[in-house]
């Protein structure tokens, strides 16, 4: 089974745009898609018409796009936005943040919760709102016929301590599930990209997974590309917590 590379990106800023560019670049020397994780507000305010339009940008050029919550932010402590929500809650933040998108001409099917955390209120939410797609740590969920693609998240650790390990842990754990096929997600936070170290690792993880002969995919292509899935049934009634 051929592997697929799956590259996203989040922390879209304009502090971070310049960093989002010249990565979007490398990746157009090397032929990769990329799977933008957008918000349409960053830490309490909208996003800068720079930004968005570079977003538009790139998806004319082929990139996907996937909401990535409502508001993000970088306390390193607080809670994932989507991790614990009930359908009721999840559903008036996932209907705001829709709006706001639109409002950028940014339509978008796709979601990809912050920190990858998605309760299960919230992929019930995410049908009632006919979202196509969630992806979550491990998992991508076809809605529309109740497939789950399984495939963990690689990226690297916010530990500044461990930085080097985790540079070399990254490459390795992306060359292993290269060599074995299927689904290879690669997770890169805008913030990775500001050391020099954790720029080439995510750099050569992707290299050496095109190596071993993954090709580029989004998270829209994954959940259509044969030999990756395993049909199972998403959880469409969550415990009472969960239920609006």
Not at 24 to 48: C, K, M, N, T, Y
Not at 174 to 194: E, T
Request: aromatic share 4%; glycine share 8%; charged share 25%.
């Amino acid at each position: 089974m051929s592997a697929r590379l799956v590259v996203s990106l989040s922390g879209i800023g304009i502090r971070t745009l310049h960093r989002c560019a010249e990565l979007a670049g490398e990746l157009d020397l090397r032929g990769v898609s990329l799977s933008l994780l957008f918000a349409p507000r960053l830490a309490g305010a909208g996003q800068h018409k720079v930004v968005v339009d570079w977003v538009r940008q790139r998806r004319v050029r082929g990139d996907a796009l996937l909401l990535h919550g409502f508001d993000l932010t970088d306390v390193p402590r607080r809670r994932a936005e989507f991790g614990s929500l009930p359908a009721h809650e999840a559903g008036l933040r996932l209907t705001a943040a829709r709006r706001l998108m639109g409002r950028h001409d940014l339509e978008v099917d796709a979601f990809a919760p912050p920190r990858w955390a998605a309760s299960p209120g919230t992929l019930t939410a995410l049908r009632r709102n006919d979202f196509a797609l969630c992806a979550d740590a491990t998992r991508i969920y076809d809605l529309r016929t109740d497939t789950v693609h399984r495939g963990r998240v690689h990226g690297l650790a916010a530990n500044e301590r461990v930085e080097t390990w985790s540079c070399f842990a990254l490459v390795l754990s992306v060359a292993r599930a290269a060599r074995r096929g299927g689904l290879v997600r690669l997770s890169v936070d805008a913030a990775d990209l500001a050391k020099p170290g954790p720029r080439r690792a995510v750099l050569d993880a992707i290299d050496i997974a095109t190596h071993h002969g993954a090709e580029s995919s989004t998270y829209q292509t994954a959940v259509v590309s044969p030999g990756v899935s395993t049909r199972t049934s998403v959880p469409l009634g969550p415990s009472s917590a969960n239920l609006p």
